[in-house]
């Protein structure tokens, strides 16, 4: 509980500093709402000239593209500290970190939360709920229960992203590059039915970097669609992302018995 007051109040207190600056919140927040916006636009526009793509329709993916946007925006927003971390490692202040009584984990997920990523998680919530409002039937407890599993599990599957892309800034400052193929690029790769891509894609996206186990084989199941899976696999699909979560979390740690101080 100690940990969990300290880390509110250490994530709170950089809110505030950010509040400060209200117009520039409310520029980038209603930045990020509109740029999700143009990306579920074109979506739209897709369908409206095919109508349905691999038997998916518009609302079927809109309740895709609604799960991973939300975890996205929450795992960008709680884990902003790690988006940014090449740069504590340039300034020399991961050196700070490592003389605090907190672990560095801790320190650096409590060191900044990007409140202006608001913006997108209110677009991926309305794309959701205008999914799930245009299904011919409603979703139960249980598959409600499971929708909101897999955002969970999404959002610690971004945070491991997140967690492996700060790791290699103690080897190299030059990896940002690759890392965003992982978060944007599955981003917009997941925003659709895995159906659509060849296998080896298809694969890369279920057990390398198992983003399409967090909304895609949910859906599809809850969909009726044609999975080589059995229909309770999909219920066990959020795991997926606290593994990932997990292996981070060890990347981070091997990380940090590299690191051998900036020398400043």
Request: with cysteine.
């Given at each position: 509980m100690q940990a969990i007051r300290t880390y509110f109040v250490l994530a709170l207190s950089d809110v505030r500093s950010q509040m400060q600056y209200r117009a520039?919140?409310?520029?980038?927040?209603?930045?990020?709402f509109?740029?999700?916006?143009?990306?579920?636009?074109?979506?739209?526009?897709?369908?409206?000239?095919?109508g349905a793509l691999q038997g998916w329709s518009l609302y079927e993916v809109a309740v895709l593209?609604?799960?991973?946007?939300?975890?996205?925006?929450?795992?960008?927003?709680?884990g902003r500290g790690f988006d940014e971390f090449a740069r504590t490692i340039r300034e020399g202040n991961f050196d700070?970190?490592?003389?605090?009584?907190?672990?560095?984990?801790?320190?650096?997920l409590a060191s900044r939360m990007e409140i202006s990523r608001v913006g997108r998680l209110l677009q991926g919530a309305a794309v959701l709920a205008l999914g799930l409002a245009g299904l011919p039937e409603p979703l139960g407890l249980g598959q409600?229960?499971?929708?909101?599993?897999?955002?969970?599990?999404?959002?610690?599957?971004?945070?491991?992203?997140?967690?492996?892309?700060?790791?290699?800034?103690?080897?190299?400052?030059?990896?940002?590059?690759?890392f965003n193929i992982l978060t944007y690029g599955g981003l917009q790769a997941v925003a659709y039915p895995?159906?659509?891509?060849?296998?080896?894609?298809?694969?890369?996206l279920l057990y390398v970097v198992?983003?399409?186990?967090?909304?895609?084989?949910?859906?599809?199941?809850?969909?009726?669609?044609d999975l080589p899976f059995p229909a309770w696999s999909a219920y066990l699909a959020p795991l997926a992302g606290a593994a990932f979560l997990a292996l981070g979390a060890l990347a981070w740690r091997a990380g940090v018995r590299h690191y051998r101080s900036s020398g400043s």
């Open positions: 520039s919140f409310a520029m980038q927040t209603l930045g990020n509109l740029a999700s916006c143009v990306d579920f636009l074109g979506i739209a526009a897709l369908f409206s000239s095919f593209y609604g799960i991973v946007n939300l975890s996205f925006a929450l795992a960008e927003g709680i700070r970190v490592l003389l605090r009584p907190r672990g560095t984990l801790f320190q650096v409600g229960l499971l929708l909101a599993a897999c955002v969970i599990g999404g959002t610690m599957l971004f945070l491991g992203v997140l967690f492996l892309q700060a790791a290699a800034c103690f080897w190299t400052l030059e990896s940002l590059e690759v895995l159906d659509i891509y060849q296998a080896w894609l298809r694969n890369f198992p983003l399409g186990c967090l909304n895609y084989l949910p859906s599809a199941v809850l969909f009726g669609k």
